[in-house]
Protein backbone atom coordinates (compact mmCIF):
# COMPACT_ATOMS: atom_id res chain seq x y z
CA UNK A 1 0.00 0.00 0.00
CA UNK A 2 1.58 3.23 -1.49
CA UNK A 3 -0.31 6.21 0.41
CA UNK A 4 2.21 8.81 -1.25
CA UNK A 5 0.98 8.18 -5.01
CA UNK A 6 -2.25 9.80 -5.18
CA UNK A 7 -0.72 12.80 -3.75
CA UNK A 8 -1.04 15.89 -6.22
CA UNK A 9 1.15 18.99 -5.47
CA UNK A 10 -2.13 21.32 -7.02
CA UNK A 11 -4.05 20.31 -3.75
CA UNK A 12 -4.73 21.59 -0.54
CA UNK A 13 -4.60 18.94 2.20
CA UNK A 14 -5.81 20.16 5.90
CA UNK A 15 -4.33 19.73 8.94
CA UNK A 16 -5.98 16.93 9.59
CA UNK A 17 -5.55 15.51 6.78
CA UNK A 18 -1.66 16.13 6.20
CA UNK A 19 -1.65 14.08 9.73
CA UNK A 20 -3.89 11.15 8.42
CA UNK A 21 -1.55 11.06 5.40
CA UNK A 22 1.91 10.76 6.83
CA UNK A 23 0.54 8.54 9.52
CA UNK A 24 -0.63 6.04 7.16
CA UNK A 25 2.55 6.49 4.95
CA UNK A 26 4.48 5.59 8.33
CA UNK A 27 2.48 2.75 9.01
CA UNK A 28 2.08 1.02 5.68
CA UNK A 29 5.56 0.14 6.34
CA UNK A 30 4.88 -1.91 8.83
CA UNK A 31 2.67 -4.20 6.70
CA UNK A 32 5.13 -4.12 4.05
CA UNK A 33 7.57 -7.36 4.08
CA UNK A 34 11.02 -5.10 2.98
CA UNK A 35 9.78 -1.58 4.91
CA UNK A 36 10.32 1.34 3.48
CA UNK A 37 11.41 3.47 6.32
CA UNK A 38 14.84 2.40 8.26
CA UNK A 39 13.62 1.47 11.64
CA UNK A 40 17.35 2.32 12.71
CA UNK A 41 17.91 5.67 11.60
CA UNK A 42 13.91 6.94 9.81
CA UNK A 43 16.11 6.78 6.31
CA UNK A 44 13.72 6.34 3.03
CA UNK A 45 15.60 4.78 0.18
CA UNK A 46 15.53 6.48 -2.62
CA UNK A 47 14.48 4.05 -4.88
CA UNK A 48 11.49 3.18 -2.51
CA UNK A 49 9.09 6.30 -3.13
CA UNK A 50 8.44 8.33 -6.95
CA UNK A 51 10.25 11.80 -5.97
CA UNK A 52 6.95 13.33 -7.53
CA UNK A 53 4.73 12.10 -4.16
CA UNK A 54 7.17 12.74 -1.72
CA UNK A 55 7.66 16.31 -2.87
CA UNK A 56 3.98 16.60 -3.28
CA UNK A 57 3.42 16.05 0.67
CA UNK A 58 6.15 18.38 1.30
CA UNK A 59 4.26 20.92 -0.83
CA UNK A 60 1.10 20.38 1.29
CA UNK A 61 3.41 20.88 4.02
CA UNK A 62 4.40 24.16 3.01
CA UNK A 63 1.38 25.38 1.91
CA UNK A 64 0.09 24.30 5.66
CA UNK A 65 2.88 26.11 7.45
CA UNK A 66 2.33 29.39 5.27
CA UNK A 67 -1.42 29.14 5.88
CA UNK A 68 -0.91 28.46 9.82
CA UNK A 69 1.83 31.49 10.38
CA UNK A 70 0.05 34.01 7.84
CA UNK A 71 -3.47 33.41 9.99
CA UNK A 72 -2.28 32.90 13.47
CA UNK A 73 1.27 35.33 13.65
CA UNK A 74 0.16 38.42 12.41
CA UNK A 75 3.54 40.93 13.39
CA UNK A 76 5.83 38.24 13.42
CA UNK A 77 8.11 38.19 10.73
CA UNK A 78 8.89 34.73 9.16
CA UNK A 79 12.58 33.54 7.82
CA UNK A 80 12.82 30.15 5.85
CA UNK A 81 16.21 28.07 5.01
CA UNK A 82 15.98 26.31 1.72
CA UNK A 83 17.69 24.75 -1.57
CA UNK A 84 14.32 24.60 -3.25
CA UNK A 85 12.73 28.26 -4.68
CA UNK A 86 9.06 26.32 -5.34
CA UNK A 87 8.63 25.29 -1.35
CA UNK A 88 9.58 28.74 -0.70
CA UNK A 89 6.88 30.09 -2.73
CA UNK A 90 4.45 27.03 -1.83
CA UNK A 91 4.45 28.97 1.78
CA UNK A 92 2.45 31.89 0.26
CA UNK A 93 4.06 34.16 2.23
CA UNK A 94 5.19 37.46 0.77
CA UNK A 95 8.83 36.51 0.82
CA UNK A 96 12.00 38.49 -0.36
CA UNK A 97 15.07 37.21 -1.03
CA UNK A 98 17.12 38.38 2.09
CA UNK A 99 20.44 37.13 0.75
CA UNK A 100 22.88 35.55 -2.14
CA UNK A 101 22.95 32.04 -2.53
CA UNK A 102 25.67 30.48 -0.18
CA UNK A 103 26.98 26.78 -0.74
CA UNK A 104 26.21 24.70 2.28
CA UNK A 105 27.47 20.66 2.21
CA UNK A 106 26.79 20.56 -1.35
CA UNK A 107 23.67 22.42 -1.70
CA UNK A 108 23.36 26.36 -2.65
CA UNK A 109 20.79 27.06 0.16
CA UNK A 110 19.09 30.74 0.09
CA UNK A 111 17.62 32.72 3.19
CA UNK A 112 13.87 33.94 2.22
CA UNK A 113 12.52 36.38 5.11
CA UNK A 114 9.00 38.62 5.03
CA UNK A 115 8.33 41.72 6.85
CA UNK A 116 5.99 41.57 9.98
CA UNK A 117 3.05 39.43 8.99
CA UNK A 118 -0.34 41.10 8.66
Excluded: C
Excluded at 32 to 60: M, N, P, R
Excluded at 111 to 117: E, K, M, N, P, Q
Amino acid sequence: MDVLTALSNNSDYSRNQLQLIVGAWIMSGLTEKQGKISLTDGDVAEEDYDKASLYSLLYALYRSLGHTLLTRFPGWRVGLITSDDNLANATGLPFSLAAEPVLHGGLRIKLYRTAALS
